[in-house]
T-cell receptor
Framework: GENVEQHPSTLSVQEGDSAVIKCTYS??????FPWYKQELGKRPQLIID?????GEKKDQRIAVTLNKTAKHFSLHITETQPEDSAVYFC???????????FGKGTKLSVIP | DTGVSQNPRHKITKRGQNVTFRCDPI?????LYWYRQTLGQGPEFLTY????????KSRLLSDRFSAERPKGSFSTLEIQRTEQGDSAMYLC?????????????FGPGTRLTVT
């Protein structure tokens, strides 16, 4: 089955700096890659996603890039703010399946 | 609130008891998913419904677990003879009916504690 590795597990940045979180996946047939933000005690919230036919997608301060050849995708957050502090999860969905396989998460701390 | 809802939000039970959780998806969604999340981990897939049909099941879903979605609307997840290892957050998610829409939206979860 699919396996998703996520790095780093923790990340601290100064407010205003950029943050990058990286994930790799094992199933070359995977075709959908969402990112979720989960604040303490809250539900995972979808913040951005990308499909395998697209290399990059941007939404204001958040962007995701996908390299299908290398089987990795990354989340980029620019101009970080304290409210960006949370745990971020990447996930992959295989072709012909609707289940998401999640990484173990990255705890992002934005220091004011 | 038009999002995914789950009840109860918290459940404390003694080992060996049965528990049942309910999930109400977003009304126009026909796909419904159950995941389990333990502390410090990402959600792990348990099972998936399209309308009332259960189409995918994880090997994590042992014989003690059963899920239903009898009328293609709300779903229930039952755990029989609970074990301490079942303690986790049980998350429900739903998604649109069209094949071109992939986004899964999560509910707030039911936190199960088995003592």
């Amino acid at each position: 089955g699919e396996n998703v590795e996520q790095h780093p597990s923790t990340l601290s940045v100064q407010e205003g700096d950029s943050a990058v979180i990286k994930c790799t996946y094992s199933d070359s047939a995977s075709n959908y890659f969402p990112w979720y933000k989960q604040e303490l005690g809250k539900r995972p919230q979808l913040i951005i996603d990308i499909r395998s036919n697209v290399g990059e997608k941007k939404d204001q301060r958040i962007a995701v890039t996908l390299n299908k050849t290398a089987k990795h995708f990354s989340l980029h957050i620019t101009e970080t703010q304290p409210e960006d502090s949370a745990v971020y999860f990447c996930a992959a969905q295989g072709a012909g399946s609707y289940q998401l396989t999640f990484g173990k998460g990255t705890k992002l701390s934005v220091i004011p | 609130d038009t999002g995914v809802s789950q009840n109860p939000r918290h459940k404390i039970t003694k080992r060996g008891q049965n528990v049942t959780f309910r999930c109400d998806p977003i009304s126009e969604h026909n796909r419904l998913y159950w995941y389990r999340q333990t502390l410090g981990q990402g959600p792990e897939f348990l099972t998936y419904f399209q309308n009332e049909a259960q189409l995918e099941k994880s090997r994590l879903l042992s014989d003690r677990f059963s899920a239903e979605r009898p009328k293609g609307s709300f779903s229930t997840l039952e755990i029989q003879r609970t074990e301490q290892g079942d303690s986790a957050m049980y998350l429900c998610a739903s998604s649109f009916r069209t094949s071109s829409r992939y986004e899964q939206y999560f509910g707030p979860g039911t936190r199960l504690t088995v003592t």
